[in-house]
């Protein structure tokens, strides 16, 4: 029993004596809380929609209304008034709008002749979840527009929406392999990058680094290399599987395949960057695996893999712009899913490469280079 007590007394007092642990492990369950708690809210909020309206007439008039009444009460949405269709159109395909409707010239006419009046709302249905959920939230305001107040009497014909998809049908399945692929990145950066040196560290192997005239920036850049090399190659894999097994096809082409090589290596020099500087000075390869479940929540669910971002309130929102795995995700799923090529994700590139610079300068700079 003495000797149960003493082993006991050793492991609390090993506890208590590493406030990283400590900290760690009463405010890792909090933030879970609060990150997990605003980035799956059941309801979708904010999903930006461009709206022209081509026709003058009171019908197209309720429709607006009943879109401004849909944003002010449930805000389901926002709405974005705009004069040209090709702009509201292309401003989906941009990424700058989940969906535009288009109110024909003369829809407020057919409405009153009953000759099956038509609404055009296209569609970015990439994003399988938020494109069903705008469906129904609009197609319901539109078929509610001959209903001033209280409905006295039976509703006349019914108003036809008009969905066109503008690419080709992608499933929640297939949605979810931009983010594996950043998660396998993540994982290893943790294994393959800072956890080695800090273990190394640990078993005392990091001491024949301060025996050699290797300068801080050869260490912390080869580590780098090294671990990019084993990362991109895992990352690539963990994306060919992937695709097996949701059913994506690989005949895109070249350039689509250079497309993501680029964006996989940048992503995997940005979290490795980021790693080597949060870490890299660690003691210990608990703190590593201590904080790879925390860095994960906080930089995984809020970047627009498994929800979409418009629908996180402001600070959250204001996060995922500072977010490098957000820049990734938008950049693989506009690859991938929109034959998007690198001039239309030329913003997510140069977020990754600036956000890596910034991140490897620091990481040599704080890098220490004595016991």
């Known amino acids: 029993m003495i000797k149960l007590l003493a082993v006991i007394e050793r492991d609390i007092k090993k506890f208590w004596r590493n406030p990283v642990v400590i900290m760690i492990s009463f405010v890792m369950p909090l933030l879970y809380l609060v990150i997990l708690g605003n980035s799956f809210q059941g309801k979708f909020k904010g999903l930006p929609v461009a709206v022209v309206n081509r026709d003058s007439g009171t019908y197209s008039n309720r429709v607006i209304e009943n879109l401004r009444a849909l944003e002010a009460g449930p805000k389901t949405i926002s709405m974005f008034q705009l004069n040209d269709e090709g702009r509201a159109v ?8 989940k969906a535009a409707l288009i ?141 097996l097994i949701t059913g994506i096809p690989f005949s895109r082409g070249l350039d689509q395949g250079i497309s993501i090589l680029i964006v996989v290596i940048l992503t995997t020099l940005a979290l490795l960057s980021m790693m080597f500087l949060f870490l890299g000075r660690a003691g210990h390869p608990r703190v590593v695996g201590l904080f790879s479940g925390f860095m994960n929540v906080i930089f995984f669910f ?23 795995e957000a820049y990734a ?34 990481a040599i700079v704080t890098f220490k280079r004595t016991l």
């Open 90 to 97: 292309e401003g989906v395909r941009d990424g700058r709008y």
């Open 103 to 243: 109110i024909p010239p003369d829809f407020s006419k057919r409405v009153v002749l009953d000759k099956k009046p038509e609404v055009g709302l296209f569609i970015d249905n990439t994003d399988n979840i938020s494109a069903e959920t705008i469906r129904n939230a609009v197609g319901g305001t539109i078929n509610f527009i001959r209903q001033q107040y209280v409905p006295v009497r039976e509703r006349p014909g019914e108003i036809f929406t008009r969905n066109i998809d503008l690419y080709s049908m992608v499933d929640y399945y297939q949605s979810l392999v931009p983010g594996v692929v950043i998660m396998a990145i993540f994982l290893g950066t943790m294994t393959a990058g800072v956890f080695n040196l800090v273990m190394d560290k640990f078993l005392g192997i990091n001491e024949s680094y301060l025996l050699t005239p290797l300068s801080r920036g050869t260490i912390v850049t080869g580590l780098i290399i090294s671990g990019l090399t084993i990362t991109t190659v895992t990352a690539l894999t963990v994306f060919g599987v992937s695709m």
């Open 302 to 324: 809020p970047s627009g893999a498994v929800y979409p971002v418009e629908s996180f309130p402001n600070w959250l929102k204001a996060f995922s712009k500072i977010n490098p």
């Open 329 to 362: 995700v938008h950049a693989l799923k506009s690859i991938l899913f929109k034959n998007a090529g690198l001039m239309i994700v030329f913003g997510d590139i140069m977020f990754l490469l600036g956000f890596t610079t910034l991140m490897m300068v620091l």
